[in-house]
């Protein structure tokens, strides 16, 4: 169980402070609960809000996906994403409300690290893609949470990053004793996320202390390294943090792959709209 509060800095985060989920998205939440839930449903409340549509139809269309025809409907797209799916995309959406603006990059960032993961999953012959591109979904929820909570804090925190030149998980560890891996984790055990997604959250940064669900964590660990090294990043956090080499040793990769993974990846942000202006000289941020 975790704590009812979480301890950063000298700020505590309680759990009831968090944000609150919309009626609509707690009902369409309560409803995929049931493995046999209505499509018709669920697809229906979904396109009542424009925000959650586009992103279901984003993700199931990204090149990443592999589907040759392009899906336009919301109901083909909640039955090709999946429950787990469709919860990171309304999870993450309601988390991100209100930040988006805010932190530019952060949801393009979430979005390219979770298509990178679900194409190299496919080349791992992985089988819970739908958990691990949830999970790369969700990876660094903690940022949001640390930037809705501690504003102050992260001024200063963005001042450290660019003045001494540090990735952003050492600045917050320096200055308040934890990182968004392990703040991100708290919310993933309030929202009683399943263990694979916590494990994403949790070791993103640090795959070799994975349990169960190491090879996961490492193809999220690489597809964050990548999505930032191709530029596609919350814009106050430019620096990357190290590779875990043992990742590849997790995924039974060989480092000369990584050529091949980047070479991949830039076709698919190549050929994904949402991605492409990243890599063409006009960024977000
Ligand atoms: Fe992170
Ligand atoms: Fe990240």
């Known amino acids: 169980m975790p704590g009812e509060f979480l301890k950063i800095g000298d700020k505590r985060i309680e759990i009831k402070d968090l944000p609150t989920i919309p009626s609509v998205h707690n009902r369409i939440l309560k409803i995929i609960e049931d493995i046999n839930y209505s499509v018709e449903e669920v697809s229906g409340l979904i396109e009542k809000d424009h925000v959650l549509s586009s992103k279901v139809l984003k993700l199931v269309n990204s090149p990443s996906y592999g589907l040759n025809n392009k899906v336009a409907s919301v109901r083909r797209g909640v039955i090709l994403l999946g429950a787990n799916l469709i919860r990171g995309i309304i999870l993450s959406t309601s988390l991100f409300r209100g930040a988006e603006d805010e932190m530019p990059g952060m949801w393009?960032?979430?979005?390219?690290?979770?298509?990178?993961?679900?194409?190299?999953?496919?080349?791992?012959?992985?089988?819970?893609?739908?958990?691990?591109?949830?999970?790369?979904?969700?990876?660094?929820?903690?940022?949001?949470?640390?930037?809705?909570?501690?504003?102050?804090?992260?001024?200063?925190?963005?001042?450290?990053?660019?003045?001494?030149?540090?990735?952003?998980?050492?600045?917050?560890?320096?200055?308040?004793?934890k990182g968004h891996d392990e703040i991100g984790w708290w919310l993933a055990e309030v929202w009683n996320f399943p263990p694979i997604i916590k494990e994403i959250i949790r070791f993103h940064h640090r795959p070799s202390e994975a349990g169960d669900n190491i090879k996961a964590v490492s193809i999220v660990h690489l597809s964050d390294i990548v999505s930032k090294a191709i530029g596609i990043t919350y814009g106050s956090d430019p620096y990357i943090v190290p590779f875990d080499p043992e990742c590849l040793k997790a995924m039974n990769s060989l480092e000369n792959d990584i050529t091949d993974i980047v070479s991949d990846v830039m076709d698919v942000v190549e050929s994904d709209p949402a991605l492409k202006i990243y890599i063409s000289g006009v960024s977000n941020g």
């Not at 679900?118 to 969700?138: D, F, S």
């Not at 804090?153 to 660019?162: A, G, P």
């Open 108 to 177: 393009d960032h979430s979005y390219c690290t979770s298509a990178v993961a679900g194409l190299l999953a496919r080349r791992y012959n992985l089988i819970t893609i739908e958990e691990l591109m949830t999970g790369a979904l969700l990876h660094d929820i903690g940022k949001v949470l640390l930037h809705r909570y501690l504003k102050e804090e992260m001024v200063y925190l963005n001042d450290i990053v660019t003045s001494k030149k540090m990735n952003m998980l050492e600045a917050e560890k320096a200055i308040l004793g």
